[in-house]
């Protein structure tokens, strides 16, 4: 609640696998939340539980286009950001329409969030480092990234994104919050999005072929889903001056392999490893350096990776991932 009232918020891209456990827990804590989708990677599924409570709201609309009139004209406290394919191949399949996600999607969410005097949160990306040479990555690295690459779209389009935002936030039109996401893993990954939690656990599953790009040994750093979401809620809630982005992520780093083990491991799975070429720009070392979190939010993430597989396993187990994946086949409008 907000001086006695109940908060106003806004997700843009609430209908994605991080956005819907994000409008879950945003109602738990007594909000009343409008869901803005265009359904691109967003899936109805994710929905179900939300659309039983009387404090959801569900807009379709993608965020390239301006607005609705009448959704400018609406009062909210809080705008969160999270509009845009997050897996390579997706974000890739039309890299015009994810670069314009980022910049002019996040541009007509700004000017909502100037029109209305609300708070600002965008979900940038680990992917901001490139294929990073420091190692761990902190938030003053300003990054190795091809910009003319096949990931630039994304890449490039969420730097740009963090550039509008800061601009915003200079001119104090706009009071801003910028998170850089790393791997993110949990209940309503699509096993079709082309993560490579997703892709594991659910070749591992189905007892196909393991595809390993490269040799393996790359590290990613993987956050479990309820810690993301608290990250990013401590993240907007924070009151003090403007602290600049921060990473939000878990920096425990494991290989591609370690991974692939632990998953082998956790299923009695019988699946063949078998590999693949790396994709080009394909980073080979990912771990957020956490420290600034810590500091000024007083957030660390509270799930280790066995125990976020076993919820995700068991989701994808009970067969909720394959619904998803083929229930959502008619749709085609973007999310994060």
Same mark, same amino acid.
């Given at each position: 609640?907000?001086?006695?009232?109940?908060?106003?918020?806004?997700?843009?891209?609430?209908?994605?696998?991080?956005?819907?456990?994000?409008?879950?827990?945003?109602?738990?804590?007594?909000?009343?939340?409008?869901?803005?989708? #265009?359904?691109?990677?967003?899936?109805?599924?994710?929905?179900?539980?939300?659309?039983?409570?009387?404090?959801?709201?569900?807009?379709?609309?993608?965020?390239?286009?301006?607005?609705?009139?009448?959704?400018?004209?609406?009062?909210?406290?809080?705008?969160?950001?999270?509009?845009?394919?997050?897996?390579?191949?997706?974000?890739?399949?039309?890299?015009?329409?994810?670069?314009?996600? #980022?910049?002019?999607?996040?541009?007509?969410?700004?000017?909502? *969030?100037?029109?209305?005097?609300?708070?600002?949160?965008?979900?940038?990306?680990?992917?901001?480092?490139?294929?990073?040479?420091?190692?761990?990555?902190?938030?003053?690295?300003?990054?190795?990234?091809?910009?003319?690459?096949?990931?630039?779209?994304?890449?490039?389009?969420?730097?740009?994104?963090?550039?509008?935002?800061?601009?915003?936030?200079?001119?104090?039109?706009?009071?801003?919050?910028?998170?850089?996401?790393?791997?993110?893993?949990?209940?309503?990954?699509?096993?079709?999005?082309?993560?490579?939690?997703?892709?594991?656990?659910?070749?591992?599953?189905?007892?196909?072929?393991?595809?390993?790009?490269?040799?393996?040994?790359?590290?990613?750093?993987?956050?479990?889903?309820?810690?993301?979401?608290?990250?990013?809620?401590?993240?907007?809630?924070?009151?003090?001056?403007?602290?600049?982005?921060?990473?939000?992520?878990?920096?425990?780093?494991?290989?591609?392999?370690?991974?692939?083990?632990?998953?082998?491991?956790?299923?009695?799975?019988?699946?063949?490893?078998?590999?693949?070429?790396?994709?080009?720009?394909?980073?080979?070392?990912?771990?957020?350096?956490?420290?600034?979190?810590?500091?000024?939010?007083?957030?660390?993430?509270?799930?280790?990776?066995?125990?976020?597989?076993?919820?995700?396993?068991?989701?994808?187990?009970?067969?909720?991932?394959?619904?998803?994946?083929?229930?959502?086949?008619?749709? *085609?409008?973007?999310?994060?």
């Amino acid at each position: 609640m907000k001086n006695g009232r109940q908060k106003q918020i806004l997700v843009a891209g609430g209908a994605g696998f991080l956005g819907s456990h994000l409008c879950e827990r945003l109602i738990e804590e007594g909000a009343r939340v409008v869901c803005l989708d #265009n359904f691109l990677t967003g899936k109805p599924e994710n929905l179900r539980r939300l659309e039983l409570s009387a404090d959801f709201e569900l807009i379709e609309h993608d965020i390239v286009e301006p607005l609705p009139a009448k959704l400018m004209k609406r009062r909210f406290d809080r705008v969160y950001n999270l509009a845009c394919a997050a897996s390579p191949p997706l974000y890739q399949a039309d890299p015009e329409h994810t670069l314009m996600t #980022n910049v002019l999607g996040t541009r007509h969410l700004l000017k909502l *969030a100037e029109a209305c005097g609300a708070r600002f949160l965008l979900t940038s990306t680990s992917e901001v480092y490139g294929d990073p040479h420091a190692h761990p990555q902190v938030e003053s690295y300003w990054g190795n990234v091809n910009c003319t690459g096949p990931r630039a779209c994304y890449d490039e389009g969420k730097r740009a994104a963090e550039t509008l935002c800061f601009d915003y936030d200079r001119l104090k039109k706009v009071e801003v919050r910028v998170a850089r996401i790393f791997n993110t893993y949990g209940p309503r990954l699509s096993p079709d999005d082309g993560r490579v939690v997703s892709n594991v656990v659910s070749q591992a599953l189905a007892g196909d072929d393991i595809t390993v790009f490269g040799d393996g040994s790359q590290t990613r750093s993987f956050c479990y889903v309820d810690d993301q979401v608290d990250g990013l809620m401590k993240l907007m809630e924070f009151d003090g001056a403007q602290p600049g982005p921060i990473n939000i992520g878990n920096p425990v780093e494991r290989t591609i392999l370690e991974l692939v083990d632990l998953v082998l491991a956790m299923t009695g799975s019988n699946s063949e490893v078998i590999f693949q070429p790396l994709p080009v720009d394909d980073p080979k070392r990912r771990r957020p350096d956490i420290s600034k979190a810590e500091r000024v939010l007083g957030w660390t993430p509270q799930t280790d990776l066995e125990q976020g597989l076993r919820s995700t396993i068991a989701w994808f187990e009970a067969g909720e991932g394959l619904a998803a994946s083929t229930r959502g086949g008619d749709k *085609a409008l973007l999310t994060a």
